[in-house]
């Protein structure tokens, strides 16, 4: 027989006896009926604070009959399924008098599994049997997001949360084209993960899941619905560890003084100026009061450039927050370091290349030059970093 | 006059860590720090009493608390005590080892505990490492410690396939050796066979510097307790003697690799080796140490420093990789703990690197041990733009 | 112990209300470049400078690992440098630690802060708070320290008169001190017009926001006349932290400070401290605190410190002849500069302010709400 949430069709009839509540059963004197389907069928009787359940094929001679499957039937008795939402979905039917079958519901405690372990399969149809109930439409006004999970390995399988008009649904199934889809090679870790036992960066690094589509909105997932919680964790509930979130933000005034002012205030006028060391020639980019390996001020301004060549350049793919406006970067993007005519050796100037290009850049070593660039300006520059805008191959 | 003998030596006694982990929301920051500090203690069979002095390190931009030495009290337990808070960057754990060092060394303290933390998922890591930099140039453009100029020089010297597959090899030993550590953050069960997959599969960061190849970002502390020799074989059986320290900083730069041979740019790990083999008289130190816990940010970096810190030529480096021989029962086991690629709180992560080095020192790593003897051992601590710090610990008192 | 280590020589750039032009780059290579010059020490790595201390905040810096921006300009490019993350007087502590240890015969000491860089610095030391609890609150420095205020008011009978005459003497003091951060001279009246922040605390009862940066030599005592013919030693160093929450402490009963002083004492062999100090500089980022650290270091009976005030103690017994950190400061660093003032004191380079003969001098330093953390040093000829 099949499990539902961990529990089996007859767990429910079997433990009725134990569960019935003599009080909740005053004055009732009738059948009531269950047509489990694939199952089997059962009759309760109750008479004179008393009851009786059997399985058996003949249920004639009860007041109403429920007709529904295995899992629903199981997932209203734990609590894990909305008896009304099954009801209206025609799910749960009920034949016969549908007032007598609201007195059931005063008969018996609630069902308490017994304890043991969840299989990976009851975990993920609890995570996403529970999806909708753990929904919260107010954090996700305006939403239209669906969420697609393919997990593989033996228990795997295929859902899509959808979010839309501030109301969630779930199917088990990925159609059309999601928002984003969260890959987990084997369901395993997705279970895990779900109930904290391992890190999402981790999985990433180790290739064991994979993000496609918009990644930031998978980092919403926990504002759009509550944590699931485990349902074999203690029988007492646990205490919610709370985190506070908070950005803190202080102002600054970040003085430039007279060395790097002036090689920012040159920038407005298209002028690249570094700093030489007397002692050992070396020029300092962008410009520094002294050289650190000969430990002497520098002795004169040198302007350099604007043009150079490549020697080296990262290619970053990683979606790194801008400290200055938190705001994520594009990726990916390439930072250079470009050897700016009129610099030599290691006097490198570190920027940032023209997004359509980075695929073309190759880098200089020893003798041999690298690519290219030189800077592009923007209109407007009021002595920063970005008075260029970036670099592009100079052809 | 250069380098003086020590006014008198220093032991380990005892040594504390939480497990690392990126969920750790069970702890505030002092109960964590106090976790540690509690593993300590009891590892040395000391009480808090016993302590003299304490020094606290982290970085306070990482979790945004000032002076947060102030409130981590809670968990320290430097109430009444003297206290010291001292910090560099990443290398922050090996300076409180070396302050330590000093402080016991010197004579104004007789037992010093140092403890190194951080919550890293209080914040966020890379943005805070960004904050490292200039604000009116860097700070733009650069991308937390992540890049891809280490693969890029490898590659371009060795060979794409032979640099890339180094890299990956000791990713996986690195995660052969976490699996042996009960307190490692990130422990997959990598196989070898696996290499080339996650060679082609893993996703990259930077360059050729991919997710599964750089260090983690963990929650987690470190205490480590020292004692003057007299102290030392007074309340521990097996002290950890401390040899000798340096630090080597570098500018603030991130040229820290040079585009041209005719200009070379001085390495700080080989400078900080040199220095600290030299004036210990120490030739070949890959014979003599018999164990190296190395701060190893990324696969790429470690396969790169192992060239470094031991003063190798040509592709020694590789070989040591390619032939296993930087495995827990290999020649020259490097982390047998895991590394930082498994676990990286990082104010406690250099000060893990010497915990780890004594305990090998020990016999009493459990099953990450090194299955012979171990007399000599070295640690690293990396941060900054390129700073390093290196520490000897040895098991007897014969230098 | 009997062991002692020497401050061969001290520099600094005088204190400013606002070096809006300076990066603070700016205004620690002056302090190296003095350093250099008085001493002729170099980065031999035989007999010159291997280590450098540092002192700055990555709050106040607003960078993570605020000591790397500075590695150029106090020479620690190839050398060993590492940065006190506390009270820079707490760095004298460790240097002498560090040469007395064998590790360091030279060390090279710098610090910086630039306390305008910020938007607010109540804002910087809110952070010091845990972020559950005093954070969401609202404590800084201020008002977490008027609480202190207000109980050693009740305790010492010290009135807003009293801590009036404490500013103006401040104010008059820092005049004769050409490093001393520029303020107006105030009268008693002005002080007690002054608005306040927050009770009992007054405008004029705060140290102003200040920009410094100094440097330091120190020298095993073996190597020391090679950099110097006139020494200051460090003979006595100790600190100590209280407890954090403001509840749990009895915040006049200097716990922490008197701890740390008997450490200093015991090292450096004090007796009296009432007798023993020629010159006392005391780190009063307030008022009142110029009285209560007194107490606390045991210059002044317990509770006694408005009768102290009356009697011109602190004039006697030549307490805080340079301004005080009262005049200015910044944050991190008033500890450090109590110590920087008593070297040029026991060296006869004290100008104006000069005590005749002083031979033996105590700074103190302290950090925290209240004072949670303090620090002393004794320094003598």
Partial sequence: MAEYFGVKVEDIFNTMQERFRPEGAQGVDASFGYDITGEGKWKLTVKDGQMNIEETEDLSDCVVVTITDGETFVGVNIGKVDGMSAFSSGKFKAEGDLGALGKTAKMFRKYAPAKKEMSIRDYLIDMFGTVVERFKPEAAKGMDIKFAFDLGGEYGGQWTVIIKDDTCQVIEKIEGKPTIKLEFMDAKDYVDFSLGKIDAQSLLAAGRAAVQGEINLALKWGEFFEKYLDPMASGEKEQELLVLKKTISVGQRFATGPVMGKFLNALKDKKILGTKCPECGRIMLPAREICSECRVRFSEW??????????????????????????????????????????????????????????????????????????????????????IKYFEIDE | MAHRK????????????????????????????????????????????????????????????????????????????????????????????????????????????????????????????????????????????????????????????????????????????????????????????????????????????????????????????????????????????????????????????????????????????????????ITDPVEYFDVFEMYDPASWWAVDWLRDFFLLEGDEHLKLVENREIMIDGKIPINPSGGVIASNPIGATALLRVAEAALQVRGDAGAHQIPREVKHALASGFGGTMWTVLTMLEKELNW | MGKRVAICAVSQIKNDGDYWYLRFQNMLLPCLEAILEQTGVTFDLDKGIRDIITCSDDVYDARTISNNGVTDVVGAHLRGEEKMAQEAINGLGYAMASILSGHDDVVLFMGHCKETQTESRLMNTNLAFDPFYSRPLGLDFINANAFQAREYQDKSGLTDEHLAKIVVRSRE?????????????????????????????????????????????????????????????????GNC???????????????????????????????????????????????????????????????????????????????????????????????????????????GEAGKSQVKGAKRALAHGCYGAAGQHQAVVVLEK
């Fill in chain 3, 241 to 347: 932290m209280d407890s954090y929450f403001l509840g749990d402490r009895d915040l006049t009963s200097n716990f922490s400070l008197k701890r740390a002083a008997q450490r200093a004492y015991e090292m450096a062999g004090i007796k009296d401290p009432k007798k023993d100090f020629d010159v006392v500089e005391l780190m009063d980022s307030f008022a009142y605190q110029l009285p209560l650290w007194a107490e606390g270091v045991g210059i002044v009976d317990e509770g006694k410190g408005a009768e102290w005030i009356d009697g011109k103690g602190a004039d006697d017994q030549n307490v805080n002849l340079s301004g005080g950190m009262l005049n200015g400061n910044p944050i991190i660093l008033g500890g450090v500069a109590r110590a920087l003032e008593c070297v040029l004191q026991l060296r």
């Fill in chain 1, 302 to 387: 040198v302007e350099v450039g604007p043009k150079g060549q490549v020697r080296y350049m990262d290619y970053v793919y990683y979606a790194s927050p801008d400290p200055l406006t938190g705001e994520t970067r594009d990726t990916p993007y390439g930072m250079i370091s470009v050897l700016l005519d009129g610099c030599k050796g290691n006097d490198t100037f570190a920027h940032i290349v023209r997004n359509d290009q980075i695929d073309r850049i190759e880098f200089g070593w020893n003798e041999m030059a690298g690519t290219r660039v030189r800077p592009v300006w923007n209109e407007k520059r009021t002595g920063s970093i970005f008075d």
């Fill in chain 2, 6 to 281: 020590k006014n008198r030596n220093v032991g380990i006694i005892g040594v504390g860590q939480t497990k690392h982990s990126s969920h750790r929301e069970d702890v505030n920051q002092p109960e964590m720090i106090h976790e540690a500090v509690r593993a300590a203690l009891d590892d040395s069979g000391l009480k808090l009493e016993d302590i003299d002095c304490i020094v606290h390190g982290n970085m306070e931009l990482f979790e945004m608390v000032f002076m947060p030495d102030l409130w981590h009290v809670l968990g320290t337990g430097a109430y009444g005590k003297s206290q010291f808070r001292i910090t560099t960057g990443g290398t922050v754990g090996a300076t409180l080892s070396c302050a330590a060092d000093n402080l016991v060394a010197s004579g104004m303290y007789d037992v010093v505990l140092a403890i190194g933390f951080e919550k890293l998922q209080e914040g966020h890591t890379t943005g805070g490492i960004t904050n490292m930099a200039d604000p009116l140039w860097f700070r733009n453009l650069q991308t937390g410690a992540l890049t891809g100029s280490t693969a890029y020089n490898i590659i371009r010297e060795f060979g794409e396939e032979r640099a890339k597959k180094a890299s990956m090899l000791y990713r996986v030993i690195m995660d052969k050796h976490a699996m042996l550590n009960p307190y490692a953050h990130r422990a997959f069960g990598l196989e070898f066979d696996q290499m080339d997959d996650l060679i082609k599969n893993s996703p990259k960061l930077v360059g050729d510097l991919k997710l599964i190849e750089m260090c983690s970002q963990s929650d987690g502390a470190c205490a480590v307790i020292y004692a003057s020799e007299e102290k030392a074989k007074k309340l521990s059986q097996n002290p950890v003697w401390v040899r000798d320290h340096v630090t080597v900083h570098r500018e603030e730069t991130f040229c820290i690799f040079g585009y041209d041979e005719k200009y070379p740019v001085t390495m700080t790990h080989t400078e900080a080796a040199k220095r600290l083999f030299e004036r210990n008289g």
């Fill in chain 3, 173 to 237: 003091n820092a005049k004769k001190n050409p490093y001393a951060r520029e303020n107006e001279l105030v009268t008693v009246q002005d002080v007690m017009k002054s608005s306040m922040i927050a009770d009992p605390i007054r405008e004029l009862h705060l140290y102003p926001v200040t920009d410094w940066a100094f440097g330091m030599l120190l020298c095993c005592e073996e190597r020391a006349y090679e950099f110097t013919d006139n020494p200051v030693w460090i003979t006595g160093f």
